[in-house]
């Protein structure tokens, strides 16, 4: 129950950085930009579209092979639907905060890592009324690549630890919530591609 209820309000924050990349420290850095709509449980009215924005200022042009790459900066925003926001009213939350864990595919030149991402969630008021946005920051570590070619860097799955909080900063009665949410069938996941050397 407490995963279903807040899976939505959860997939909105994804994503904190749902990803950050890494960039090559020899190199110049590039921007990218990459809008995904994630499908997050919701136990009470079933699974729910949560469109995301990821950006990133500083991913990497270029890369060289076996050179670590220095670490960029992502931001991802999500906007909590009025129905969501209905539901932590109701349940006394004024704000949100917690971690989110994402997996992140790196496919270097057929050679693919699964890494794992943890961003943290500021605390974010809710409003009274309306829909609102999250905004999530994280890091990803250093990556060293072994071959030349094209690398990508993907989107992947999310878990989300939140806590709804009262007025007065305390958690409420449903404590921290877990929220599993995926990456909407037929959506691009690709966030930024580059070449090592």
């Known amino acids: 129950m407490k995963t279903g209820l807040f899976a939505r309000a959860a997939a909105v924050v994804l994503v904190a950085g749902a990803l950050s990349v890494a960039t090559a420290g020899t190199s110049s850095a590039a921007t990218a930009s990459l809008n995904i709509t994630y499908v997050c449980e919701f136990s009470i009215t079933g699974t729910h579209d949560v ?6 200022p500083n991913v990497p042009d270029s ?4 050179v670590p790459t220095a670490v ?3 931001t991802v925003a999500a906007t909590v639907s009025d129905d969501i926001r209905n539901t932590l009213w109701w349940i006394g939350g004024r704000s949100v905060d917690g971690t989110m864990t994402t ?10 890592q699964n890494l794992t991402a943890t961003s943290t969630i500021p605390s974010t008021q809710v409003p009274s009324s309306g829909t609102f946005q999250v905004v999530a920051t994280g890091t990803l570590p250093s990556l060293t690549l072994a071959n030349a070619g094209t690398t990508t860097i993907s989107l992947g799955t999310a878990t989300l630890a939140l806590t709804p909080r009262y007025a007065n ?3 409420t009665w449903i404590g921290t919530v877990n929220s599993p ?7 691009a996941t690709k966030f930024h591609e580059f070449t090592v050397a």
């Not at 469109?51 to 990133?56: H, I, M, N």
């Open 51 to 56: 469109p995301t924005v990821v950006t990133s």
């Open 63 to 66: 890369a060289a092979v076996g």
């Open 72 to 74: 960029a900066d992502t």
């Open 103 to 112: 997996n992140v595919v790196v496919d270097n030149a057929g050679t693919v």
């Open 169 to 171: 900063g305390d958690p």
């Open 181 to 187: 949410c995926t990456v909407k069938a037929g959506q």
